[in-house]
C-alpha cells in the first residue's frame, strides 16, 4: 500500500470516528448544563430565526 493511500485510508477512519463521536455528544448524550437535554432536542426547540427590526 501506497503512504498516499494509506494516508487517505487514515483520513477516512479518522472522518468517522469524528462524526460517530459527534452524533453520540450531540444525539445519544444528555447534558447537565441543559437541563439533562440532547443539544440536538434543545436546537430544535431554539427559535430559527431572530425576530427583526421593530417598526417605527
Known amino acids: 500500500m ?3 493511500r494509506k494516508w487517505r485510508s487514515d483520513a477516512s477512519v479518522a ?6 463521536r459527534r452524533l453520540d455528544y ?3 448524550r444528555p ?8 443539544s440536538a432536542d ?3 426547540r ?3 430565526s431572530a425576530p427583526g427590526p421593530a417598526e417605527a
Do not use: K, Q
Request: charged letters at 15%.
Open 26 to 28: 450531540n444525539h445519544r
Open 46 to 48: 431554539w427559535p430559527t
Open 31 to 38: 447534558h447537565s448544563s441543559l437541563g439533562y437535554l440532547l
Open 2 to 4: 501506497s503512504p498516499e
Open 15 to 20: 472522518r468517522w470516528v469524528i462524526e460517530w
Open 42 to 44: 434543545l436546537a430544535a
